[in-house]
């Protein structure tokens, strides 16, 4: 019996991957859990974000920081062009607006015409070398207890968690300050805040905005340990980042980074057990080995619907923020 994915559920923790959803529903709390944007195409924005820094530095050569510049740039300018036609209608126009875009930014770099520049559906690589090329780290490998990291893998943990470190640090600030408190309100009635003199569509634009270049960041993240490939950033991705912003609370900093590490421990830890009862000689669940990677999300499924009954507000959320008005 191979008990090897307990070692690996618990190596998720810090995996640069979860740091780069935790940084991702970092923005989507700005979105929904401060602001009352229901956005649910969060991945649209890290899309944006990852193609503007590869082609920036495959096509166009841009030095590190001009490529950092250019996804957040990207980014920001995704947000503005969703904002300004729906900002100031239902919050649930936003909501279809963002699917719909969501779809559009998978697919067109997929479009014949652009493949040039975005690789179509086989992706870019080998934009990572300017990234690299600041690894502080010498050659080798290190080991901490079961889990074993080459330099480039330990650097860019190191680098993805101090990112998420420092805009959890500036969220939780601005949420503190004045400009927190008039989103905060908006979230609540933003009539009464319209009513006291608050230009309620930029702060909506503001915050829109602001959520969306953290996921950019996210998405420049993301594909530092892989590839950039459009289907990654399919409605699968969005529905992570919304689980696990319940999971952690919505309106919380702390939340979200909680929320990526639980979860991914989870579904790592529940294929593995799915695995182990459906092969020999634990064979007891009788399905294939395709059929258990899908059990997994139902299972997962299933908890988060048992989440939202009995504590829809997250493991750090309040319970009074859950009734604003989105």
């Given amino acids: 019996m191979d008990f090897g994915f307990i070692s690996q559920a618990i190596s998720q ?16 709390a700005v979105h929904f859990g401060y602001t009352g944007l229901l956005n649910f195409g969060q991945s ?7 193609y503007f820094f590869a082609i920036s530095t495959l096509t166009l050569h841009f030095p590190l920081w001009a490529a950092v510049l250019m996804g957040i740039l990207g980014s920001a300018i995704f947000a503005l062009l969703l904002g300004i036609p729906t900002l100031r209608l239902r919050a649930d126009y936003l909501s279809m607006v963002t699917i719909a875009a969501a779809e559009i ?37 290190y080991t901490f207890g079961p889990f074993q990291y080459s330099n480039t893998d330990l650097f860019t943990l190191i680098v993805a968690w101090i990112v998420v470190a420092l805009v959890a640090a500036v969220i939780w600030l601005l949420m503190r300050s004045p400009w927190g408190r008039v989103v905060r309100g908006i979230r609540e009635d ?46 699968q991705m969005t529905f992570f980042l919304w ?16 929320g990526a590490m639980v979860f991914w421990v989870v579904i790592i830890l529940t294929e593995g057990i799915v695995t182990l009862f459906s092969t020999a000689p634990l064979a007891i669940l009788p399905i294939s080995g395709i059929q258990s990677g899908q059990i997994r999300f139902i299972l997962v499924g299933i908890g988060l619907m048992l989440l939202v009954i009995f504590r829809p507000q997250g493991i750090f959320g309040k319970k009074a923020e859950n009734y604003f008005n989105a």
């Fill in 243 to 258: 689980t696990i912003l319940f999971l952690g609370g919505a309106a919380t900093v702390f939340g979200p980074i909680v």
């Fill in 13 to 28: 923790i810090l995996d640069p991957g979860t740091a780069a959803y935790a940084l991702a529903a970092l923005g989507l």
């Fill in 190 to 235: 933003e009539d009464a805040v319209r009513a006291l003199g608050k230009n309620v569509f930029a702060y909506k634009m503001q915050a829109l905005v602001l959520g969306g270049v953290i996921a950019g960041l996210a998405g420049m993240l993301y594909i530092m340990p892989r590839s950039m490939q459009p289907d990654n950033y399919g409605t």
């Fill in 105 to 141: 930014v998978r697919l067109v770099p997929q479009v014949p015409e652009v493949t040039k520049w975005t690789g179509g559906a086989q992706g870019l690589n080998g934009f990572q070398t300017n990234f690299y090329a600041l690894n502080f780290i010498p050659s080798g490998y």
């Fill in 44 to 50: 649209a924005f890290m899309a944006m974000g990852g």
